[in-house]
């Protein structure tokens, strides 16, 4: 038994070594080297397009109801028969409608993470007219923008199309 | 469409591993591989083991046990101590005790069970030295077991089933890290963050709203965490979150990583016994449960979110997407999610707790038959094969003979064992649930009401009893009677079940092989395949019915009531 303790120990070291620290400085390092944008967390100008922001006021492109709080991710749990998504959901919609937007599954859904920066086309084109609106610009020039931001699922099939919110409302901001 | 094809690319991507990855594992235990016999050898000696010395089950079992107390113990000091430790940018303070016991036991088992919530618990050393380093080495312990049966069955009259120390090492080292690495960098190319700098605080001029971003050492976790079928997630909200599973590219190289290694253990235990079509017996069992849950699962998905339509929102196309991101979508959720939950690695890319009934019984009950289809790596197979016992002694009750499997007559004492290791998770999570849904600690848990409540409190048991690790996350788990309970159910679940599968190796491997006669019942036939799924089925079905059937069925049959 103490022949086991020992190697035991020994090995539990020597995988710290190998599987905690080379591993994760090997793996820290060259992701630096080949994909220094990516493993840095895909930050641009106005924040990283892989995590959600809350897009309040009229002239944006809006996302998902989601908390957008990074510190601390995670899903609202509700189940399908609850009575408090029931009412949350609800309260969406009547905000949606307010803003002369129908209101669509994501954008009275929230996510997974917390922080989707996705929506899907769907959401993105109910949300046309209000934006033109609110912007003075011309509807199908807006439907045009969206239409040109739509990620189509990667290989054709993998996951689903979306619209990345942040590039979206970045290019909107340049529409003059 | 879509669908199908991420199907018809999972499978032939899968078959690959099945062959290749199978017969590559073959080569590593049985000691043919050397590539890495610089890294090898340099450990065997600091340990004074002879590789080519084997061990008895006794001695086996003995290392596998006290390799796994230090392991706990190695965990549970780095994650209490980290507030003085570095790569600790975020300052975190020590993990409370019993939530540090919990989360230590849960990464040693393979559970990877989080209490916690790691972007605002775990400093970087912590998620490095001591999680990750456990994703490694509880994956490679499981494989050695289920490597330690198979030559119980390929072996005759041998006092040795293989060296625990050679098992690991060389699993770990020619397995689970060259995989883990190349697979880490496809998943930072996508998107994944890597980075041992602090949060990122970043300024949006176009709503002058500040945001402080979370990032780690994660793409690379999140290979290990795939493939090793372990599934505890840097953040939170785990394969939800964008920067662990950030595309459609990221989510198939998920599942492929965490069906590989369980799905390609048949071909290797096939080669191993001698014969490959016994490896595609189990392979068959496995492959037609996986795909029927799947099949359920997805469609259910696929339907309107009751409370979303009773909100106002009643054409749902894209299905029920409270809790799924938009990436991803609401079948490929399914699937992701099915594959985690049936392998025992309990990462999620959508919200368990907001599945659609029977979406979310899918997930239950897959866990619920033992972790079979395929299984953790390892465990899956060790797991399947106790079942393989159990399916040819009813099938020599059946024709009233001795039951033999691959030439070794099983007697009462093999029976015995087998059923002892059937019989303990059902057992353990009954008990716990019984006590968690009776005790007010237990009742103050779950998050939702009515039947959906005490689905989380049982899908909490049997999540940690199958060593899964996947939540009905609505249900508060950091308290001491979970942390506990939970310790306990992952403790039952794992080593009550790897005794009696060694045990058995050891038994089996000094038995003499019985020529096949006339009489002998062949399992290499769509016979013993369709047998073993029933008799899965049957042990599952019959003992978790009347608990199943007050979470899930009850709301998936409440006609639109919401609680």
New interface residues.
């Given amino acids: 038994m103490l022949v086991h303790l020992r190697r035991a120990v020994i090995l539990t070291i020597i995988f710290f070594a190998l599987c905690g620290l080379a591993y994760g400085y090997a793996a820290t390092g060259l992701s630096h080297v080949l994909f220094r944008h990516q493993a840095d967390g895909s930050i641009t100008a106005n924040g990283s397009t892989l995590i959600g922001q809350s897009w309040s006021g009229p002239g944006w492109f809006q996302g998902r109801p989601d908390s957008n709080t990074p510190m601390a991710s995670g899903a609202a749990n509700l189940g399908p028969r609850s009575q408090a998504l029931e009412q949350a959901a609800a309260k969406q919609v009547d905000a949606l409608k307010k803003q002369g937007i129908q209101p669509t599954p994501g954008l009275v859904t929230t996510s997974g993470s917390g922080l989707d920066p996705d929506i899907s086309p769907t959401d993105a084109y109910a949300q046309v007219d209000a934006v033109a609106g609110a912007r003075h610009l011309a509807a199908p020039q807006v439907h045009q923008l969206v239409a040109s931001h739509v990620h189509i699922a990667e290989l054709g099939f993998l996951g689903s199309d979306y619209v990345n919110v942040l590039e979206l409302n970045q290019a909107l901001a340049q529409v003059r | ?6 199907i018809v ?1 999972m499978v032939v991507l899968l078959g690959l591993a099945w062959r290749y990855l199978g017969s590559y594992m073959v080569s590593v235990y049985e000691g043919r591989m050397s590539w890495l016999g610089w ?1 090898e050898r340099p ?1 065997y000696r ?4 002879d590789p080519e010395a084997e061990q008895s089950w006794q001695r086996y079992t ?2 596998l046990i ?2 796994s ?3 706990i113990l ?1 965990t549970y000091l780095i994650i209490r101590l980290q507030g003085h430790l570095p790569l600790n940018p975020q300052h975190q303070n020590a993990v409370p005790a019993g939530l540090s016991f919990n989360t230590a036991v849960s990464f040693v088992t393979n559970t990877n069970w989080q209490n916690y ?1 790691g ?2 618990t775990m400093s970087y050393f912590s998620q ?3 999680l ?2 456990q994703q ?2 509880s994956a490679a312990v499981g494989i050695a077991v289920a490597i330690a049966l198979i030559r119980g069955f390929s072996r005759k009259g041998s006092p040795t089933i293989g060296n625990f ?1 050679v098992d ?2 060389r699993g ?1 080292l020619y397995i689970l ?1 060259p995989i ?2 190349i697979a ?2 496809v998943f ?10 602090g ?2 605080n ?6 002058s ?1 500040n ?5 780690g ?1 994660v ?2 976790m999140e290979s290990i965490k795939q493939l090793g079928t372990n599934g505890g997630g840097f ?3 785990n394969g ?4 662990e599973n ?4 990221t ?2 190289l998920s599942f492929v990583l965490l069906l590989s290694i369980p799905f390609a253990l048949t071909y290797t235990f096939g080669k191993m016994v001698g014969r490959v079509r016994q490896g595609v017996a189990v392979l068959a069992a496995m492959v037609l449960i996986f795909g029927v849950w799947v099949g359920f699962s997805s469609y259910a998905e696929h339907q309107s ?4 339509a ?4 009643v ?4 299905g ?10 609401d079948t ?2 399914a699937l992701y999610n099915i594959a985690s939950t049936q392998t025992s690695t309990g990462s ?4 368990n ?5 029977i979406g ?1 019984f899918g997930l239950l009950s897959g866990m619920m038959l033992g972790e079979i289809s395929p299984g953790g790596t390892g465990s899956g197979l060790y797991t399947i094969l106790l079942f393989a016992l159990v399916t040819v002694f009813l099938g020599g009750l059946m024709i009233g003979r001795t039951p033999e499997y691959l030439g070794k007559k099983i007697q009462a004492r093999e029976v015995k064992l087998a059923a002892l290791g059937v019989l303990v998770m059902p057992v353990t999570v009954l008990t716990l649930a019984a006590v968690g849904v009776t005790t007010s600690a237990g009742r103050a848990g779950p ?4 039947p ?1 409540g005490f ?1 989380e409190i049982l899908y909490a048991f049997t999540s940690q009893g199958n060593n899964n690790g996947s939540a ?3 249900l508060t788990g950091n308290t001491t009677f979970y942390n506990v309970a939970g310790a306990v159910a992952m403790l039952l679940g794992r080593f009550a079940i790897m005794i009696p599968a060694l045990a058995l190796a050891g038994v089996l491997a000094a038995k003499q092989v019985v020529p096949a006669s006339a009489g002998t019942f062949k399992t290499d036939t769509p016979l013993f395949t369709g047998l073993l799924v029933g008799v899965i089925l049957i042990v599952g079905g019959l003992t978790f019915f009347p608990a199943v059937s007050l979470g899930p069925i009850v ?1 998936q049959l ?1 006609h639109g ?3």
Wanted: no cysteine.
């Fill in positions: 469409m879509g669908f199908f094809w991420t690319v890294v450990i600091a340990l004074r083991v003995g290392a006290i390799f107390g230090v392991a190695a919530l972007e605002s490095m030295a001591a990750t380093v490694f080495v120390w690991l090492t770990v890290i883990a690495f880490g960098l930072v190319g996508q998107g994944a963050v890597q980075t041992l700098a949060p990122a970043v300024h949006n001029a176009l709503t709203a945001q402080s971003i979370p990032r050492p793409g690379f953040f939170n909200a939800a979150h964008p920067f950030p595309t459609g590219v989510t198939l979110n009751p409370a979303v009773a909100a106002g929102v054409h749902q196309p894209t029920n997407m409270e809790g799924k991101e938009t990436r991803i979508g490929t959720s999620v890319s959508a919200s707790d907001s599945f659609t009934p979310g998050l939702n009401a009515g959906h689905s009905f996350a609505g709301e409440s009531k919401l609680f």
